[in-house]
């Protein structure tokens, strides 16, 4: 038995209609157009599918077992119609994330919280486990979107930049160092350095100034969670250096002194990693415009 979706779609409008002619109307063709699709179905399954004679017209217990196939399989069919549209017009898809970056989740749950009201139909997940092999992972098409603030070059990634930020250093208001102007890289020498647990390359206070000065901290310390940070800086256990959006109540808390890192202040810049082909879909670019300004708002603030 040979059975197409048309076939159940007449089952199902031959038994809400009760008739030939309605059901013809309901799926715009001729009443003989219908009535020769049904004979050639009863003939496939080798007998009637309705009881002719009954008016309304009512289905055999043939016709009744296809029927309740289409009632389960019409519906998924539908669903599965409407998700082929959104995905063509950009309203669905899907985005998972991996971050680079552990102070990034300051901003990032705001910013997803706005994207989750305006993408409803995107499927949003952050790979925690993948961060530490996010590029690969996002060329494996096992992510979507890379936050980085280090971009490598690579087939087929594109990078639209974020937003610029400050590294600062962060010590207790006791610290030795109260009133220096700035921080050079000889002053962590005497330091226990708290940082997040990641490897020295993706964190800004190796990459962008002790690697290359050949400096050393006294110590090393890495903590999950910067609220933890935060509170073994203020109780004297060490220093710390975050970025600016993370320190927009800190520098008011007398807990606390904040100092520019060198003379000049380093300067480091956020991106957003894609794959080349999905840099241009509606939810992807409009997820990059929500985090390039969701960042700049707790920097002001």
């Known amino acids: 038995m040979y059975l197409e979706f048309r076939h159940l779609r007449t089952i199902r409008a ?5 008739g030939l002619a309605r059901a013809a109307d309901m799926l715009h063709i001729t009443q003989s157009a219908l009535s020769h699709q049904v004979k050639g179905l009863e003939e496939q399954v080798g007998m009637e599918l309705f009881h002719r004679r009954s008016k309304p017209m009512k289905l055999s217990p043939a016709g009744m077992k296809l029927l309740r196939l289409a009632e389960r399989i019409l519906p998924e069919v539908a ?7 959104a995905l063509k017009s950009g309203r669905s898809g899907r985005m998972h994330i991996a971050i680079e970056c552990h102070a990034c989740f300051e901003w990032l749950f705001p910013v997803l919280d706005g994207f989750r009201h305006a993408w409803p139909e995107v499927d949003v997940d952050i790979r925690m486990r993948l961060a530490f092999d996010a590029l690969e992972a996002l060329r494996r098409e096992e992510v979507d979107f890379v936050v980085t603030s280090d971009p490598v070059d690579t087939p087929g990634i594109t990078y639209s930049p974020l937003f610029d930020y400050e590294p600062r250093f962060v010590a207790p208001a006791t610290h030795r160092l109260a009133d220096r102007e700035f921080i050079t890289p000889e002053d962590f020498e005497e330091e226990m350095l708290i940082t997040y647990p990641v490897e020295r390359s993706k964190l800004d206070i190796f990459t962008a100034l002790l690697t290359p000065a050949r400096v050393e901290p006294r110590a090393q310390r890495q903590v999950e969670l910067t609220e933890v940070i935060l509170m073994l800086v203020a109780a004297g256990r060490g220093v710390t250096v975050l970025p600016d959006w993370v320190l927009r109540d800190v520098k008011y808390n007398p807990d606390y002194i904040t100092k520019p890192i060198t003379e000049a202040g380093l300067s480091k810049r956020m991106y957003a990693a894609t794959r080349e082909e ?22 002001r603030a």
Do not use: C, N, S, W
């Open 79 to 85: 669903a599965l119609e409407e998700e082929f549209r």
């Open 14 to 18: 031959i038994h809400e209609a009760g």
């Open 278 to 299: 999905d840099a241009l879909k509606p939810y992807i670019a409009h997820m990059i415009r929500l985090a390039r300004t969701e960042p700049v708002k707790l920097q």
